[in-house]
């Protein structure tokens, strides 16, 4: 099975077991007035009917015309290859270079070639703007936009998103275009009719009618946050509307489920509470201007919360905070955010989505969980473009020396830094994780030989003896596991590790 941009899994269905049923006097009377009714051929309404138009007609010739094809033409390198090599002098050598004559197409330097590639897309405003996948532009030397009366113009590329695979285009129209709007992607519920309009397989302007099947779908995105929908979705359709009943777009269809690159009813829509404001930045300043809060984050599990004494495993867990704004204003590794700018944080997509979607140089409240209290810290937004490579540059990541000597804690042998492990993990004190035992809960919780545990229930450790020190601690306290702060390859992460007693 393969997730394929839009250019399985089986299901066993079981009936209750049987079982005698008791039924009370005013039930029967109902099934004798059914029984009935069957009989002289009336038709009983169900508890709860499936309420749906009779045709979508209407809706199509409403919106259709805001549906355009889209033809791409970039230039492709022809693959070469390596050339057979005949030493000189060889007895071969001039029946290669007479074939290589009589053959000039298979020279040492074929010509390039054009390739095309067919999209969907829809308009936005009546003087051009025109909404599409990256994915089906990107590269491109040439965009052409076919419009459903035959209109045919030459597109401009406005901005691009590759985060949320958007970009947005620009046609020079003759006369006002017909164009859509977006609707609200949160409004929409799982059951809702949705209709999906493109040009799958190149054949054409088609529609195509389902329902909502899940939301908030991720992905492979850091912003992701699809509608899920059984509208079929073919390639072609990358870039199309995916419409409710209101004719208001409420996603972008980019991507299918698969294992043949056809439908089979489970298609990704980029939900238009995304879209539209990527398109909006995109329309004022031709790129993408998000918040940036400054901080590396993970999910708060459940062994997590409890290590930090929390109720509820939720929010997001800051295991790093570089020099920016949540550093100055104060946010420490550790620190749990349960609230960014009045909006309830459950997890880390949650908070990068709303730091995202924060305007840049807009200062903001953030709840954080710290030691048992929460505090709220006020944070000044860099921008996520400009900012978050110089923040966490990429590191090698160098396997670091093994120093010895070394002991044995809860599966793991620790040993003590070498400047080798200092230098690639960018700290100063910790503990270098020599070998872990396959069959410990070390193991399980995925520690491995090379990792640098810096902290272990929230406190440096820089020996073992403060190691086993804090583990104590833990077991003193009636807590099941104790809190590991590891770097690996210079990234760190918390742990919770249970504790064997």
């Given at each position: 099975?393969?997730?394929?941009?839009a250019?399985?899994?089986?299901?066993a269905?079981?009936?209750?077991?049987?079982?005698?049923?008791?039924?009370?006097?005013?039930?029967?009377?109902?099934?004798?007035?059914?029984?009935?009714?069957?009989?002289?051929?009336?038709?009983?309404?169900?508890?709860a009917?499936?309420?749906?138009p009779?045709?979508?007609?209407?809706?199509?010739?409403?919106v259709?015309?805001?549906?355009v094809?889209?033809?791409?033409?970039?230039?492709?390198?022809?693959?070469?290859g390596?050339?057979?090599?005949?030493?000189?002098?060889?007895?071969?050598?001039?029946?290669?270079?007479?074939?290589?004559?009589?053959?000039?197409?298979?020279?040492?330097?074929?010509?390039?070639?054009?390739?095309?590639?067919?999209?969907?897309g829809?308009?936005?405003s009546?003087?051009?703007?025109?909404?599409?996948n990256?994915?089906?532009?990107?590269?491109a030397?040439?965009?052409?936009?076919?419009?459903?009366?035959?209109?045919?113009?030459?597109?401009?590329?406005?901005?691009?998103?590759?985060n949320?695979?958007?970009?947005l285009?620009?046609v020079?129209?003759?006369s006002a275009?017909?164009?859509?709007?977006?609707?609200d992607?949160?409004?929409?519920?799982?059951?809702?009719?949705?209709?999906a309009?493109?040009?799958?397989?190149?054949?054409?302007?088609s529609?195509?009618?389902?329902?909502?099947?899940?939301?908030?779908?991720?992905?492979s995105?850091?912003?992701?946050?699809?509608?899920q929908?059984?509208?079929?979705?073919n390639?072609?359709?990358?870039?199309?509307?995916?419409?409710?009943?209101?004719?208001?777009?409420?996603?972008?269809?980019?991507?299918?489920?698969?294992?043949?690159?056809?439908?089979?009813?489970?298609?990704?829509?980029?939900s238009?509470?995304?879209?539209?404001?990527?398109?909006?930045?995109?329309?004022?300043?031709g790129?993408?201007r998000?918040?940036?809060?400054?901080v590396?984050?993970?999910?708060?599990?459940?062994?997590?919360?409890?290590?930090?004494?929390?109720?509820?495993?939720?929010?997001?867990l800051?295991?790093?905070?570089?020099?920016?704004?949540?550093?100055?204003?104060?946010?420490?590794?550790?620190?749990?955010?349960?609230?960014?700018?009045?909006?309830?944080?459950?997890?880390?997509?949650?908070?990068?989505?709303?730091?995202?979607?924060?305007?840049?140089?807009?200062?903001?409240?953030?709840?954080?969980?710290?030691?048992?209290?929460?505090?709220?810290?006020?944070v000044?937004?860099?921008?996520?473009?400009t900012?978050?490579?110089?923040?966490?540059?990429?590191?090698?990541?160098?396997?670091?020396?093994?120093?010895?000597?070394?002991s044995?804690?809860?599966?793991?042998?620790?040993?003590?830094?070498?400047?080798?492990?200092?230098?690639?993990?960018?700290?100063?004190?910790?503990?270098?994780?020599?070998?872990?035992?396959?069959?410990s809960?070390?193991?399980?919780?995925?520690?491995?030989?090379?990792?640098?545990?810096?902290?272990?229930?929230?406190q440096?450790?820089?020996?073992?003896?403060?190691f086993?020190?804090?583990v104590?601690e833990?077991?003193?306290?009636?807590?099941?596991?104790v809190?590991?702060?590891?770097?690996?390859?210079?990234?760190?992460?918390?742990?919770?590790l249970?504790?064997?007693?």
């Open positions: 099975m393969t997730m394929q941009t250019h399985t899994r089986a299901v269905l079981t009936r209750p077991q049987g079982r005698s049923l008791a039924y009370p006097v005013t039930t029967l009377f109902l099934i004798i007035a059914m029984a009935l009714a069957t009989l002289a051929g009336t038709a009983v309404p169900s508890r009917q499936i309420a749906g009779g045709s979508f007609a209407d809706l199509v010739d409403e259709g015309d805001a549906v094809n889209i033809t791409t033409t970039s230039l492709v390198a022809a693959n070469t390596p050339m057979p090599q005949v030493p000189p002098g060889s007895p071969l050598e001039d029946f290669f270079n007479d074939f290589m004559n009589r053959n000039p197409g298979q020279g040492p330097a074929p010509a390039p070639r054009r390739s095309n590639a067919l999209g969907s829809f308009v936005i009546e003087d051009g703007y025109i909404v599409t990256n994915h089906v532009i990107d590269g030397d040439e965009i052409m936009i076919d419009f459903r009366d035959g209109t045919r113009l030459p597109a401009d590329v406005v901005g691009t998103d590759p949320t695979d958007i970009a285009l620009k020079e129209p003759a275009l017909t164009h859509v709007a977006f609707g992607s949160d409004s929409a519920r799982v059951g809702d009719w949705v209709m309009m493109g040009n799958p397989l190149g054949q054409g302007f529609v195509s009618v389902g329902i909502v099947s899940a939301r908030e779908r991720a992905l995105g850091t912003y992701d946050n699809y509608i929908t059984d509208a079929a979705i390639r072609g359709n990358s870039g199309g509307p995916l419409f409710n009943m209101d004719g208001e777009v409420v996603g972008v269809n980019t991507a299918i489920l698969s294992p043949n690159g056809g439908s089979i009813g489970i298609g990704f829509s980029m238009s509470n995304v879209v539209s404001h990527v398109v909006q930045q995109l329309q004022d300043f790129e993408t998000r918040g940036w809060l400054g590396r984050i993970q999910d708060v599990s459940a062994d997590i919360a409890e290590g930090l004494g929390l109720d509820q495993a939720s929010g997001a800051v295991t790093d905070v570089p020099e920016g704004p949540a550093r100055e204003a104060g946010m420490e590794v550790g620190d749990v955010i349960t609230t960014f700018n009045g909006v309830a944080v459950d997890d880390t997509r949650e908070l990068v989505r709303v730091v995202g979607d924060a305007p840049v140089g807009e200062t903001v409240r953030v709840v954080v969980y710290r030691d048992g209290e929460t505090q709220t810290l006020l000044t937004l860099g921008r996520r473009e900012s978050e490579n110089a923040a966490f540059p990429d590191q090698n990541g160098d396997t670091p020396v093994v120093p010895a000597p070394s044995d804690v809860l599966g793991m042998s620790l040993a003590p830094l070498t400047d080798e492990a200092r230098q690639a993990n960018g700290i100063e004190t910790g503990l270098l994780v020599e070998s872990v035992d396959p069959t809960d070390a193991a399980d919780r995925g520690l491995m030989a090379g990792d640098v545990i810096t902290e272990v229930g929230q440096p450790v820089s020996d073992v003896e403060a086993r020190t804090r104590t833990a077991e003193d306290a009636g807590q099941n596991s809190l590991l702060l590891i770097r690996r390859d210079g990234t760190p992460r918390f742990v919770a249970p504790i064997n007693k």
